[in-house]
């Protein structure tokens, strides 16, 4: 039994005014494949020229619970059928070719691709696995889409393919969403104070403090002179800072500090400050 369909984003990339066709596949594993592909990035609306062997449970069972956009796919004899009512055609292909045809890269033909489906139906096609398109096919396409790939090994399996075209849909669907770059989806988390971080960015009088306490520990372990001190404070701090320290781990480090003064039998710091007090609950495990 093939897996049941998951439960599909209430928000469609495009709905049904982008379709992707496939041409005569030859393993119906890989339109499974594809259907998880699209599912992935949004898309629902698959097309089928001619496949060797549909439906089956091969082409389920790769659907990895993208049994719907299987179910609902239209099967039809010739390319010319997919494509009658689209406004737009687009073939890949990664041959040159005797007359040159319109040729665009994967972001543009996600954006003209977008312009064109406010009008109607566009159609993205994609050949055989392999030989992909015939010439004949892809003079039926008004853009043909090469995706630069490493020309010394430049096939892609066919739903690889699939995937970068919806992949590409996808992010000019989203940066086309109100908000556009701000979007939580598009938005980079990679440091304290970007939104989505679970611990506050560390204050500067913490950070202070954390490098006064390396400092002493570094001189009861007898690694660190105040008197030659070379350049060790200055490349350790650039260190520490360029890694945007958070409040947590401040107090972690802190606490590994207190624990490398305890071993080595050394008194610490004097008083203590709050950042201090933090620290010392690290040694009790409260992280």
């Given at each position: ?26 393993h ?90 406010a ?29 630069p ?18 992949y ?6 989203l ?14 988390m ?64 802190r ?33």
């Open positions: 039994m093939h897996k049941p369909a998951l439960p599909q984003d209430e928000t469609d990339t495009f709905g049904d005014q982008i379709r992707i066709v496939l041409v005569e596949t030859s119906s594993g890989n339109i499974g494949a594809v259907a998880r592909a699209m599912k992935n990035m949004g898309l629902g609306n698959l097309w089928l020229v001619n496949p060797s062997s549909f439906p089956d449970e091969a082409s389920y069972a790769r659907s990895a619970g993208a049994s719907d956009v299987l179910d609902k796919a239209t099967v039809v004899a010739s390319l010319d059928e997919a494509i009658a009512d689209c406004v737009v055609v687009m073939g890949t292909s990664a041959r040159g070719r005797k007359v040159p045809w319109p040729v665009i890269p994967p972001p543009d033909a996600a954006e003209k691709a977008s312009e064109a489906a009008g109607g139906s566009v159609a993205m096609v994609f050949g055989r696995e392999n030989h992909g398109l015939s010439n004949d096919e892809l003079q039926r396409c008004h853009y043909h889409i090469h995706i790939s490493n020309p010394d090994y430049s096939s892609l399996n066919l739903a690889m393919a699939v995937q970068v075209m919806c590409e849909l996808r992010m000019h669907h940066r086309g969403l109100e908000g556009g770059e701000e979007s939580p989806y598009l938005k980079p990679t440091k304290p104070g970007d939104e989505g971080w679970d611990v506050p960015p560390a204050p500067v009088s913490d950070v202070e403090g954390f490098f006064g306490h390396l400092e002493q520990v570094l001189v009861d372990v007898n690694f660190h002179r105040r008197e030659n001190p070379r350049q060790l404070m200055i490349r350790l701090r650039r260190l520490f800072q360029r890694a945007r320290l958070d409040q947590m781990e401040i107090n972690i480090l606490g590994v500090l207190t624990a490398v003064q305890k071993a080595v039998g050394a008194t610490g710091m004097g008083s203590k400050s709050e950042a201090d007090k933090k620290a010392a609950k690290q040694e009790d495990g409260h992280v």
